[in-house]
Nanobody, 124 residues
């Protein structure tokens, strides 16, 4: 599974940005993670294989929305009301194969495939 993330950039606090992640096939739960400078990579959001279940970290809940279009093999992360602390490299990841359509893993070890990351910088 090859993943290609895009959509990062430099924005001001309060702005919005939408990240996209495309894959050859997308029959898995998909997650977004991020790594800020000097910090460990952390969970941001995840969406189940068919898109019916989502989960978010407390730090982005209410501001970010994860969605997917399986016909286009693309997962999105809509980021609103961005804050300087959202500055990070954002990675999309595909979870390991799992028959459960509602599975939404939040741990990195459950994600077997990773994209190259896209940088989001939020200025104050």
């Amino acid at each position: 599974v090859q993943l290609q993330a895009s959509g990062g950039g430099l924005v001001q606090a309060g702005d919005s940005l939408r990240l996209s992640c495309t894959a050859g096939t997308l029959n898995r739960a998909m997650g977004w993670f991020r790594q800020a400078p000097g910090k460990e990579r952390e969970f941001v959001a995840v969406i189940s294989r068919l898109g019916g279940v989502t989960s978010y970290s407390d730090s982005v809940k209410g501001r970010f929305t994860i969605s997917r279009d399986n016909a286009k093999n693309t997962v999105y992360l809509q980021m609103n009301t961005l804050k300087p602390e959202d500055t990070a490299v954002y990675y999309c990841a595909a979870a390991s194969a799992n028959a459960r359509s509602f599975w939404t893993p939040v741990d990195q070890t459950s994600h077997a495939y990773w994209g190259q990351g896209t940088l989001v910088t939020v200025s104050s």
